[in-house]
């Protein structure tokens, strides 16, 4: 049996994900212990999201494998990993539009890794999520109603209301204010700590990812080109390079 | 007043169906063959809500499952039991469903109105080569069961099909239906195990209707192929669904009545124009009300609530 302590929650071995031609990632591996915040980071197109979609089941890797919690899980469908405790949210948002804002969590709780079969009880631990993110006065409107910093917030509520143990955020803070990053950020570390979840953030919000981090893994066309803390990161002449064009 | 309403609703389906029950102890042949036809009408519509109202994938060949229960019937006449064959009919569509419906719900939107309607017109015409290649034009049912045993059929047919979307829409099931209605990647991320969901619903939404067209052969006693597999069938159940509004039992009772009763007067009264005015009553729901009667009565309510 694995030891629960030192295995890591996630590995991701020799990742790689091919669309026709085009190489969206290649040979990327890391790991992420249980209780860690791990960021993302990498410019457009660098493969963020179809990590994020690769490790979800949302697509079938090309090459590689990824275990979680002891266990295989490249390959399977997306209800099957949630239902194991994988949880994303989208960068481009994708609400049940014409569901209320709790019901929109209702599906979360009965059918994620909760598997709150009753109604009540579902409901009940959608309100306290609700409750949690700062959204229980919003519990009956039409999620179709939110602003987008409203949606951006349900995307993170409704993958907490899954139960998941691993949640993996996708540019959750793009396109907010100052002040409503700053509500987010509060809101996730709450949340994080309360929960004892173990996170995966992409984030073009730099310094967001600085306080959140421990950790940051570096994307650039499809390969890992550094990890480390965000400070060595911010020095990295490889990751430099990328962003600013300096010769190093 | 939502609880009143709500009350006020079950006062009313419990007296419609209980009239419904006893009408061919009072009523003439002329009135039980009109609550015949309202009973399938609702019938058919509140088992395609099962599938479409619920998950979005708007099916334009639920005949097929109709025809093919009718079809059942027919080539089993005198041979098994009648109400074997008639169970058969139900069998038979919801494995037909089964079948298909793994391959079909693999596209989405406008793509799978076509498909399902396509899917109809390839069994219609199938059959129909088998029948002429069989040297049968039509055939003819001797020995049918009289009309009130047939009411009586079919009362519990659309009683099934009422207590089987009432049963779907508020279950962990039909909420997983609604939400990959809503977006279908978010649900299968969420956990909905979608793949399986909306191939039983479509299952669930198939299996009525082919009973339906089991029924409907003996009330007609004779069968053409083209008749049982009439597009129209379909095009008539979705327009009662769209005029009713809503994804519970309610929507598809309304609009089938509502249809159902102005088609009929229409006739009557303008028998020339029938088909003219109904086109246009039909367009002006859609473009005016397109939340149905439902939709009406809840933004009454809604603005009643507001001003008071």
């Known amino acids: 049996m694995n030891d629960a302590d030192s295995a890591p929650l996630l590995e991701v071995r020799d990742l790689g994900k091919r669309f026709g031609g085009l190489t969206a990632l ?6 992420v212990a249980a209780g860690e915040t791990v960021g993302i980071m990498g410019a457009n197109g660098a493969g ?5 979609s690769l490790i979800a089941g949302n697509a079938r890797p090309s090459a590689g494998t990824i275990a979680f919690a002891g266990g295989r899980i490249d390959g399977l469908s997306p209800d099957r990993i949630c239902r194991l405790g994988i949880a994303r949210t989208f960068q481009i948002v994708k609400p049940f539009p014409g569901l209320t804002v709790l019901e929109n969590l209702r599906t979360a709780a009965m059918f994620g890794r ?9 409901d009940a631990a959608a309100m306290a999520v609700l409750e949690e993110v700062g959204m229980a006065a919003l519990a009956s409107a039409p999620a179709a109603t939110l602003t987008l910093a409203g949606q951006k917030r349900l995307e ?18 793009a396109g907010l204010t100052a002040t409503e990053v700053a509500q987010m950020l509060d809101t996730l570390r709450r949340v994080r700590d309360a929960r004892r979840l173990t996170l995966i953030v992409i984030e073009h919000v730099m310094q967001a990812l600085m306080k959140l981090c421990a950790r940051i893994v570096v994307l650039h066309h499809g390969e890992r080109i550094a990890e480390g803390t965000p400070e060595a990161i911010g020095n990295d002449p490889r990751v430099l390079s990328v962003y600013f064009g300096t010769a190093a | 007043m939502a609880r009143w309403r709500s009350s006020a609703w079950i006062v009313a389906t419990a007296v419609g169906a209980g009239g419904l029950a006893v009408l061919p ?4 042949d002329y009135l039980v063959g009109v609550g015949l036809t309202v009973l399938m009408w609702i019938a058919l519509t509140q088992s395609w809500c099962v599938l479409s109202k619920m998950t979005g994938y708007i099916s334009l060949g639920h005949v097929v499952f109709y025809g093919l229960g009718a079809y059942l019937v027919v080539v089993t006449w ?3 039991p009648l109400a074997l064959a008639i169970v058969g009919a139900g069998v038979l569509a919801a494995a037909f469903a089964a079948l298909v419906g793994l391959p079909v719900l693999r596209v989405r939107g406008p793509y799978f109105v076509i498909l399902s309607f396509g899917v109809s017109e390839l069994v219609k015409f199938s059959i129909m080569a088998a029948e002429s290649a069989g040297g049968t034009a039509s055939r003819i049912l001797f020995g049918a069961p009289d009309l009130g045993a047939i009411y009586f059929a079919m009362f519990a047919l659309a009683v099934a099909a009422t207590l089987l979307l009432m049963g779907v829409s508020r279950s962990r099931f039909g909420h997983g239906l609604r939400s990959l209605r809503e977006n279908e990647e978010a649900a299968e991320t969420l956990g909905v195990p979608v793949v399986r969901y909306k191939l039983l619903a479509f299952v669930l939404s198939a299996a009525i209707p082919g009973m339906v067209g089991a029924v409907m052969a003996l009330r007609s006693t004779y069968f053409v192929v083209g008749q049982v597999f009439d597009p129209m069938i379909s095009v008539t159940a979705i327009a009662m669904a769209l ?10 009772i309304l609009g089938t009545l509502f249809l159902f009763i102005v088609s009929e007067v229409l006739w009557i009264r303008a028998p020339l124009a029938y088909m003219l005015i109904l086109g246009a ?5 859609v473009l005016v009300a397109p939340g149905g009667i439902l939709g009406l009565l809840d933004s009454r309510r809604a603005r009643g609530a507001s001003g008071a």
């Not at chain 1, 993170?156 to 803070?173: F, H, S």
């Open chain 1, 26 to 31: 290649s040979g990327v591996s890391f790991s």
């Open chain 1, 48 to 52: 963020k999201t179809t990590l994020f």
């Open chain 1, 156 to 173: 993170v509520a409704r993958a907490i209301a899954t139960g998941a143990r691993l949640v993996l955020l996708d540019e959750v803070m």
């Open chain 2, 78 to 80: 005198q041979q098994v």
């Open chain 2, 243 to 252: 005029l009713g509004g809503g994804d519970d039992t309610r929507g598809p």
């Open chain 1, 114 to 122: 909760a598997g709150l079969r009753d109604r009540r009880e579902a």
């Open chain 2, 25 to 28: 102890l009072f009523g003439n």
């Open chain 2, 281 to 285: 009553v039909l367009a002006g729901f």
